[in-house]
Nanobody, 120 residues
Framework: QVQLVESGGRLVQAGDSLSLSCAAS????????LGWFRQAPGKDREFLAA????????YHTDSLKGRFTISRDNAKNTVNLQMNNLKPEDTAIYYC?????????????WGQGTQVTVSS
């Protein structure tokens, strides 16, 4: 089974920037479509971004307003989420995931999550 391990989550203040990373093992990283999700207190799990096999094609949900950027490094088996101008409403557990390429919205593998807390 593919294992995904997120890191980088911590307590920050509003307006700060933070970079999250996800390391993968147990599979062929370069064949995965990868994504980031989050779940805030009292809210549903939210899709944030996805990146293609090569890392050259990305999608970011409109709600991010250009503040978040996904990227990947296939040589290092990692996927990154750069978050800028953080807001208290960004407080959530952030998850990376391997996305199913044959079923829209289906996740094949989840990471364990990393907590991001944004104070005002």
């Amino acid at each position: 089974q593919v294992q995904l391990v997120e890191s980088g989550g911590r307590l920050v203040q509003a307006g700060d920037s933070l970079s999250l990373s996800c390391a993968a093992s147990g599979g062929t990283f370069s064949t995965y479509v990868l994504g980031w999700f989050r779940q805030a207190p009292g809210k549903d799990r939210e899709f944030l971004a996805a990146v293609s096999y090569s890392g050259k094609s990305t999608y970011h949900t409109d709600s991010l307003k250009g503040r978040f950027t996904i990227s990947r490094d296939n040589a290092k088996n990692t996927v990154n989420l750069q978050m800028n101008n953080l807001k208290p409403e960004d407080t959530a557990i952030y998850y990376c995931a391997v996305l199913n390429t044959q079923a829209l919205g289906v996740v094949d593998f989840w990471g364990q999550g990393t907590q991001v807390t944004v104070s005002s």
